[in-house]
């Protein structure tokens, strides 16, 4: 590198130095606009441990994150990715009082390498190893994508006496495998065609993904170079295995009883320009089958709203909450 090379480096190095430190102070005002509480301030309950490992029934290891003090929310997370994917929403619900939880799904993120288990029951029973290692009660779960169907799963079987509320965030329940029962569902070829993707080149295939799953492919849109790195890193950091096997999870589990078994008070949310799960087969049929819930849908909204449009959605699900 000559010097010239070196001066404009340090330059750049320097410009992006300042505009993170800027980002950082407008990050503090945003959360202060938010209402953000002092630690000290914050109402009493139960207190974040900041993060650990609970350990699964086949003992696999499950990473979770524990932030905060007061009424728990808990965060599942999409295919492939992990609890970082929350980072968003865990701010800001920390800003406003609230205790906040995300876990690595077991194969993903930090969590154990499992060989098996890679169910939506499973799924739900390592929920369930959490919120009792964490005593979590009177909570919210929220959950994105498949982490919708880990949600659903969860509050039919083993929420009873925990749970206040749900979430369903662009979520893939009741089914999104096509049969003659689900004719608006999608042909298995589909799924077949990920896995055949995974097998034959992970990192490329994560890196494809994200442009349909936050709209980048739509006229006018660009990509999002960060958002796109970010949903790579998440991905790489999970097993090939876990992702692989995962895909039958999430596209073939029929939950529709899981659905009628919700009797917590659910909010359904959705884009209207979900590229991934088509919302006419999943929050529609959400709202015929969730006991108590209020629909949303969003027009031009992506898969990847809860990243892309979360100075929209953030203020909906809070003011879901407290109402």
């Known amino acids: 590198m000559t010097t010239n090379q070196e001066d404009r480096a340090l330059e750049s190095f320097s410009r992006r130095g300042m505009l993170a430190g800027a980002g950082l102070v407008a990050g503090a005002a945003t959360l ?3 209402g953000a509480t002092p630690a000290s301030a914050q109402p009493a309950g139960s207190s974040g441990t900041g993060e650990g490992f609970a350990t699964a029934a086949d003992g696999t290891r499950l990473y979770y994150k524990d932030w905060g003090r007061g009424q728990p929310i808990f ?11 929350w980072d968003g929403q865990m701010l800001y619900f920390l800003a406003q009082g609230y205790r906040v939880v995300a876990m690595d799904r077991r194969g993903h993120g930090r969590s154990g390498q499992a060989s098996g288990g890679h169910d939506m029951s ?3 029973a390592d929920v369930d190893a959490v919120v009792r290692k964490l005593d979590l009660r009177n909570a919210i779960h929220i959950g994105h994508s498949t982490g919708g169907g880990e ?3 969860y509050v039919a079987r083993h929420g009873a006496g925990r749970v206040a509320k749900a979430v369903l965030v662009s979520a893939v329940p009741p089914l999104m495998l096509k049969t003659a029962a689900n004719p608006g569902g999608l042909p298995k070829s589909v799924f077949d065609g990920f896995r055949s993707q995974l097998a034959a080149n992970r990192a490329d295939f994560y890196w494809q993904v994200p442009i349909p799953f936050y709209g980048f492919n739509r006229p006018g849109k660009s990509v999002v170079d960060g958002v796109r790195l970010n949903w790579w ?8 295995n876990a992702h692989y096997l995962g895909i039958a999870a999430f596209s073939e589990t029929d ?14 949310l959705q884009g209207d320009d979900d590229q991934i799960v088509p919302y006419k087969d999943a929050s529609l049929l959400q709202a ?7 629909l949303k849908i969003y027009p031009g909204f992506s898969h990847g709203m809860l990243t892309i449009n979360g100075d929209v959605i953030n203020p909906d699900i809070l003011s879901f909450i407290k109402g």
């Open 32 to 34: 202060s606009s938010m």
């Open 75 to 85: 965060f599942h997370h999409g295919w492939p990715l992990s609890a970082d994917d």
């Open 122 to 124: 499973t799924y739900a």
């Open 151 to 153: 949600v659903a799963r």
């Open 233 to 240: 890193r998440q991905g790489m950091m999970g097993g090939a």
């Open 255 to 268: 939950q529709t009883e899981d659905l009628k078994a919700m009797n917590v008070p659910t909010l359904i």
């Open 288 to 294: 015929k089958l969730v006991p108590d819930n209020r």
